[in-house]
């Protein structure tokens, strides 16, 4: 990530943009971003994100989507917003976060 992303990248970290979602007691996470028009799911281990940018370039061999870039600059400088659950909520909040993303798709 070069200059004005890195930027970009710190700035939406310091507004508690990159969330950490762990759910007690299994230690489940859920990654989200939060971008300009809404919330990303995104999981940095299996390289995904629910954006559209994703589908166009990150699948298609060019460079990883934003929002996936900027959990690497938050977690470089300690800047992640970790949110606790209970393992209770998780199926109530990922059915939330499946919603939000199929909304935003069908906009």
């Not at 999981?43 to 990883?64: A, R, V």
């Not at 499946?98 to 909304?103: A, E, G, M, R, T």
């Amino acid at each position: 990530m070069r200059g004005r992303r890195v930027e970009k990248a710190v700035r939406v970290a310091l507004e508690k943009g990159v969330k950490l979602h762990v759910f007690k007691p299994s230690n489940r996470e859920i990654w989200t971003v939060v971008g300009k028009d809404n919330e990303y799911w995104v999981d940095p281990e299996n390289n995904f994100c629910s954006c559209k940018d994703y589908y166009f370039q990150t699948l298609s061999g060019k460079e990883k989507c934003y929002h996936l870039q900027i959990i690497g600059v938050a977690k470089e400088k300690k800047l992640v917003e970790v949110i606790e659950f209970s393992d209770d909520e998780y199926d109530k909040f990922l059915k939330a976060l499946i919603n939000d993303i199929f909304l935003s798709i069908v906009k």
